[in-house]
């Protein structure tokens, strides 16, 4: 028999805040401002974290235990999963190139879990933007089979210069801001998050009512530009969740603002819900692309917005892009949401679509 995983306690720190509820004010105010990082002669967009701290190490410690203290006393041998596309990287850029690197980057996780005064398994999962919600479906199926009760899943994306040079050098970059499915988006803006969600047996507000990650093929660096892997990605998520398209009252689009990715979602989402289209919502405008942390993050700040009955407009977007022929809201809304779609779409082809019920 599979049990039902709820989530029963969340943490959050972003650009937007260093809360969930404070983050959700901040969403519901259209607050989207961004700091400015620079490569080479270029400037980009990019969303920082309010923290003093220079030093890097010190600065991931101070996010990850902050986040924590947000979750509540846990259980020590509470199971740790850690969602990152980066993990320290940053620290040994600032250490320099003489420092040796360690046997693999999930030895980051030891510290993580330390800061979290957790001292159970740790399981480190590293697949770009669906980073997160690869480590939610570890999590959860061992959840639902019995064989643990508790998870945490930590999602960090911190600053560092290898990701921030490795996406400008591709062209990956917008120079303005994000502007998702809009006909004049021209690419992503990196941020920074912290976030982190506890899962469990017993019952809480929220359940995971079914989630399917995929793949795309068809490039290492953008999804099949007709949407075919992503529709029948949040397909199988609905079946599983046993939700018809109709059931679905909100989607949080992956919508970054990248020209092909934005385009492929919107082809799916034709597919997989013709008519029946609900509201579309992209965060990232708001809170930057966070990369590996970005699932965590942005379950963590729609759920605070759903239980504030809250949901924020989508800001960039202003022109209708004939090829999308779709767009976000535009208006924030109060309307009571208990059933919503949440996708991912990651660089080099991974697919991910959670579906999210209100208990």
């Known amino acids: ?84 596309s980066s993990f320290q990287i940053g620290h040994f850029e600032q250490a320099g190139a003489d420092r040796e690197l360690p046997a693999a980057t999930a030895s980051f996780s030891r510290h993580l879990a330390a800061w979290m005064g957790l001292s159970g398994a740790r399981h480190s999962l590293s697949n770009a933007c669906i980073s997160g919600f690869s480590a939610i479906d570890a999590a959860r199926s061992l959840i639902a089979a019995g064989q643990i ?13 290898s990701t921030l040079a490795g996406f400008a ?54 999804p099949n530009p007709d949407g075919t892997p992503i529709a029948q990605t949040m397909q199988a998520c609905l079946a599983e969740a046993g939700l018809s398209p109709g059931d679905i009252e909100l989607i949080k689009l992956q919508a970054a603002g990248s020209p092909g990715t934005d385009l492929a ?16 919502l992209s ?37 209708v892009d004939p090829e999308i022929a779709l767009f976000p809201m535009v208006e924030r809304s109060t309307v009571h949401v208990e059933r919503a779609l949440l996708n991912l779409i990651g660089f080099g082809g991974g697919l991910a679509s959670l579906a999210l019920v209100r208990q």
């Open 1 to 84: 028999m599979r049990r039902a995983v709820h989530i029963v306690g969340s943490g959050l720190l972003c650009a937007r805040g260093d809360a969930p509820g404070t983050v959700a004010d901040a969403l519901w105010a259209g607050e989207c401002s961004h700091d400015q990082r620079q490569v080479g002669e270029r400037s980009f967009p990019y969303y920082r974290l309010p923290l003093l701290e220079t030093d890097w190490l010190a600065r991931a410690e101070a996010a990850v235990r902050q986040v924590a203290g947000q979750l509540g006393e846990l259980p020590p041998d509470t199971p740790l999963f850690v969602a990152s």
């Open 149 to 161: 009760e508790e998870a945490v899943i930590l999602g960090i994306e911190l600053d560092n210069a």
């Open 169 to 222: 050098g591709m062209e990956l970059l917008s120079r303005t801001r994000c502007r998702p499915f809009d006909a004049e988006r021209d690419g992503l803006a990196l941020g920074e998050a912290v976030a982190a969600i506890h899962l469990s047996a017993r019952p809480g507000r929220w359940r995971i009512a079914g989630l399917h990650t995929g793949i795309d093929a068809w490039s290492t660096t953008g």
């Open 265 to 280: 979602e919107a082809n799916a989402l034709r597919t997989a819900f013709g008519q029946r289209m609900p509201p579309l």
């Open 283 to 319: 965060l990232k405008p708001m809170l930057g692309h966070t990369l590996g942390a970005s699932g965590i993050a942005e379950l963590t700040a729609l759920i605070a917005c759903l239980d504030a009955d809250h949901i924020p407009a989508t800001a960039g977007f202003s022109r």
